[in-house]
C-alpha cells in the first residue's frame, strides 16, 4: 500500500539549533517527493521538490532534503533554524501509480522557542 | 512558477443554503484538478479528483451529491457544497496538476464557516 510516515509530530527546538524532519515511503514505482510548508494561518506552501537527478535537493528558506532510495527515505533539514520556521512540516509523494494524487504524510508541528 | 487561485477565501453562510468555490489555474492549462478538505489541526484529505470534461472521481466517503464538482474548462474547476450544514464548516483548498512531472500547484484554500 501507498503511504508516507513522518516519524515526529512535534518537534521543539531553540532558535540556532540544527533540525531534521524524517519522511520515509512506501510507494511501488517511480516517485516525486515534496516537502510542504504551513504557517500559522497560511495556505501550503512548497519547500522543495525531487522529481530526478541529484538526490539532494535545495530548496527556499535555507531548506534541503535528501533523497535515499534504499532507505525509501526523504528528510528535511535545515543547519540553523529560526524563530519564523514555526510552522507545520508536509512530506508527500506522488507518481504514476497514484494518478499523481498526492500521499500525504500526518505532518510534523514544528515549534522554534526564541 | 504556475498560480492557482480560489474564489472566494472566506465564506460565510446559513444552514441549508449552497456555496459555490471556485478553482482557476492562471497561467496554465489543466486538465486535472484536486480539491481537498482540511480539519484544524489536521492534515490535507483528498476529496475528489477533477477531470475537465468528465465526471469527478470521488474518495470513499465523500457524498457526491452533497459535494459537487464541475470542471467545465481547462482553467476552471467549482465545488458546490449544497445544503450546508456546520458540520461542513472547513478549509477546501484544490490544486491543479501541472507541468512534465505532474507537479500539483494549491489554491490559497477558502474558509467555509456555516452558520
Known amino acids: 500500500a501507498q503511504s508516507v510516515s513522518q516519524h515526529n509530530h512535534h518537534v521543539i527546538l531553540s532558535e540556532a539549533a540544527s533540525l531534521e524532519l524524517g519522511c520515509n515511503y512506501s510507494y511501488g514505482g517511480t516517485v516525486n517527493l515534496f516537502w510542504y510548508v504551513q504557517y500559522p494561518g497560511q495556505h501550503l506552501q512548497l519547500l522543495l521538490k525531487?522529481?530526478?537527478?541529484d538526490p539532494l535537493v535545495k530548496g527556499i528558506k535555507g531548506f534541503e532534503a535528501e533523497f535515499i532510495k534504499s532507505k525509501f527515505s526523504f528528510n528535511l533539514r535545515k543547519p540553523s533554524v529560526q524563530w519564523s520556521d514555526t510552522a507545520e512540516y508536509f512530506c508527500a509523494v506522488n507518481g504514476m501509480d497514484s494518478n499523481y494524487q498526492l500521499i500525504w504524510g500526518a505532518g510534523t508541528k514544528l515549534i522554534i522557542k526564541p | 512558477g504556475a498560480v492557482v487561485s480560489q474564489h472566494p477565501s472566506w465564506v460565510i453562510c446559513k444552514s441549508g443554503t449552497s456555496v459555490k468555490i471556485e478553482c482557476r489555474s492562471l497561467?496554465?492549462?489543466?486538465?486535472?484538478m484536486f480539491w481537498y478538505r482540511q480539519f484544524p489541526k489536521q492534515s490535507l484529505m483528498l476529496m475528489a479528483t477533477s477531470n475537465e470534461g468528465s465526471k469527478a472521481t470521488y474518495e470513499q466517503g465523500v457524498e457526491k451529491d452533497k459535494f459537487l464538482i464541475n470542471h467545465a474548462s481547462l482553467t476552471l474547476s467549482t465545488l458546490t457544497v449544497t445544503s450546508a450544514h456546520p458540520e461542513d464548516s472547513s478549509f477546501y483548498i484544490c490544486?491543479?496538476?501541472?507541468?512534465?512531472?505532474?507537479?500539483?500547484?494549491f489554491g490559497p484554500g477558502t474558509r467555509l464557516t456555516v452558520l
Open positions: 490544486s491543479a496538476l501541472a507541468g512534465d512531472y505532474n507537479e500539483q500547484f
Open positions: 525531487y522529481f530526478s537527478g
Open positions: 497561467d496554465f492549462q489543466a486538465t486535472t
